[in-house]
T-cell receptor, first 114, second 111 residues
Framework: NAGVTQTPKFRVLKTGQSMTLLCAQD?????MYWYRQDPGMGLRLIHY???????AKGEVPDGYNVSRLKKQNFLLGLESAAPSQTSVYFC?????????????FGPGTRLTVT | GENVEQHPSTLSVQEGDSAVIKCTYS??????FPWYKQELGKRPQLIID?????GEKKDQRIAVTLNKTAKHFSLHITETQPEDSAVYFC??????????FGKGTRLHILP
């Protein structure tokens, strides 16, 4: 099993450009999450999904959109990138089952917006 | 919503000594408290977790304690080794809700 994978690993964008980050998991997990990690700020939740076709806002959702059309994939979109969105983005998944469980993280995507 | 405070932000201990990291949470309905370790350039990985129906859990050199009344929980690492150097995150979650992370503690093990 590959676990949780993220595409791409690195990306540089100019202000105003758009892009989509892809997260895929092969563990048949119900829940998926997108976090951003900034120095001294820990892991902040952007959006999450508790099942195919459902999404919800986290702590810092502004400027991002998500979609969960297939159970194994969770997409994070930036419609108009800003320098404040320079960060490392982590995707995670968990089995769900109606209670909190271990989150399995992807390797991360380092995004720089100039 | 849930708020998780973590202290200290940086901790240096001599190799072989113990390290303690403390966290507090605000939502009394939270019932799941994991700890993650993140090595430089790597993804966070779960090292231990505790649910609110127990007060303490131990796994070799790592232990976690939970005080529900005071809404705080702690990570204890004994006999620290160089490979324990990393950033540690505590987190809190309700039954099936999102997990909220603390800001992290950078642990340095000094030779």
């Amino acid at each position: 099993n590959a676990g949780v994978t993220q595409t791409p690993k690195f990306r540089v964008l100019k202000t105003g450009q758009s892009m989509t980050l892809l997260c895929a998991q092969d563990m048949n997990h119900e829940y998926m999450y997108w976090y951003r990690q900034d120095p001294g700020m820990g892991l902040r939740l952007i959006h999450y999904s508790v099942g195919e076709g459902t999404t919800a806002k986290g702590e810092v959702p502004d400027g991002y959109n998500v979609s969960r059309l297939k159970k194994q994939n969770f997409l994070l979109g930036l419609e108009s990138a800003a320098p404040s969105q320079t960060s490392v983005y982590f995707c995670a998944s968990t089995v769900g089952l109606g209670r909190a469980n271990e989150q399995y993280f992807g390797p991360g995507t380092r995004l720089t917006v100039t | 919503g849930e708020n998780v405070e973590q202290h200290p932000s940086t901790l240096s201990v001599q190799e072989g000594d113990s390290a303690v990291i403390k966290c507090t949470y605000s939502d009394s309905a939270s019932n799941y408290f994991p700890w993650y370790k993140q090595e430089l350039g790597k993804r966070p990985q779960l090292i231990i977790d505790i649910r609110s129906n127990v007060g303490e859990k131990k796994d070799q050199r790592i232990a976690v304690t939970l005080n529900k009344t005071a809404k705080h929980f702690s990570l204890h690492i004994t006999e620290t080794q160089p490979e324990d150097s990393a950033v540690y995150f505590c987190a809190a979650s309700r039954r099936d809700d999102k997990i909220i992370f603390g800001k992290g503690t950078r642990l340095h093990i000094l030779p």
